[in-house]
């Protein structure tokens, strides 16, 4: 048996622990561990409960020694943009901020009184999304100034959880970047930006490549969970792993990471910062061994979980496929990227309510209301696709669909139809995976990103989906 590796993933809809290990030159996976995530409603403010997810991670840490697997490093992932800010007694200032929450409105104004919009663009690469950590920490400076004066530290979500297992604190490049705040052509943070926009430059540490070692666990971490690893970074945004773990030989596929968001792109060298890719909000997020991900992001299947949720989770997501796939004739559309999704308090509502507005026919059943999500979201994938073939002048034949969408089969039915382009599905835990990686990178085990690569498409099964029949082909 080789060497046991843990990757915690953490989503926004759900965490968990997974064990890898490379058997004859496959990756072999074993979930042993999982539990929920979402953000809580306090006073009308939506927050993460950083200390349960603590917890969570130790508890998912002593199975590890209950089963007699203890891996010999382990890494933390979660989804971008959110933070904390710690005193000088290392403790959290404030409160811990979801993305959906709604204190970000109208503070892009406030920053681009500060820097133009086009001229972030051009420092930064990075894509508007009112949630960004850039607009977060506006909110803070105008609306509670005195946290910023206290603060010492800043560190992104799983740095800070990385920090409670080892007692060292160490900034993930990867993460990093979808702040809005980091120079793409140095990989650090951008000190003038952060001077124009009134930020302590103090707080933020330099910030550290995948495959860094962060340290050993604490002591009291060890004596909890019954063993001592070492922490080492992997590409701490979910997406940065998840493409990382993409099973391709080619050098420029796209891509979909399908999850609650929908991160379509391809992977470049250099950020492209040109006007073009701004006004068609294109992003340039910082990847694993400097490459950066060129994409957009799309609202993805948050919309298909909250309906899902509004019915008690009574239907699997396999089941709403199918029912949306009965109703595949239902007519209407909805802009999948329209801030009415963002955090509704009803999707359901808010989608026929959005149909009932433009004039479509409002949905009424549950496979309608699922038809016009999926068709949707196909649908702004195609149109993604055509703007990133014109950014890029050169047509692509393949998509590549990793992580938890890769399961829907009617939705990867659509997309090939509506991009023209065969897509390949898999794997599904593909963010797990490529956390495994960057470890096994770092520890030799595998040569670099492409045997990492290599080895995830002989260790998996990979789904085709043909956009002239839209139907599965078969498995490799």
Known sequence: MGKYYLAVDIGASSGRHMLGTIEDG???LEEIYRFENGMTNKDGKLLWDTERLFRE????MKRCKEMNKIPVSMSVDTW?????????KDQILGDTYGYRDGRTTGMDKKVYQLIPETELYERTGIQKQIFNTIYQLMAVKTNSPELLEKATTFLMLPDYFQFLLTGKKVSEYTNGTSTQLVNPVTGQWDDELLEKLGYPKKIFLPLQMPGTEVGELTEQIQAEVGFNCNVVLCASHDTASAVMAMPSKEKDAIYISSGTWSLMGIEKEQAQCDEESRKANFTNEGGYDHRFRYLKNIMGLWMIQSVRHE?????????LCEMAEE??????????????FLAPENMTHAIQEYCRRTGQQVPQSIGEIAAVIYQSLAKCYGET???????????YDSIHVIGGGANAEYLNKLTALATGKTVYAGPGEATAIGNLMAQMVKAGELADLMAARACVYESFDIKTYKPESSMIQGEK
């Open 26 to 28: 496959k990756l072999t």
């Open 57 to 60: 991670i130790v508890s998912g």
């Open 80 to 88: 971008a943009v959110d933070y904390v800010l710690l005193d000088e």
């Open 311 to 319: 019915l008690q989770d009574a239907y699997s997501f396999a089941q």
């Open 327 to 340: 109703c595949s004739a239902f007519p209407s559309r909805v802009d999948v990227n329209d801030d009415c």
């Open 385 to 395: 696709i055509r703007k990133m073939e014109s950014s890029q002048q050169k047509t």
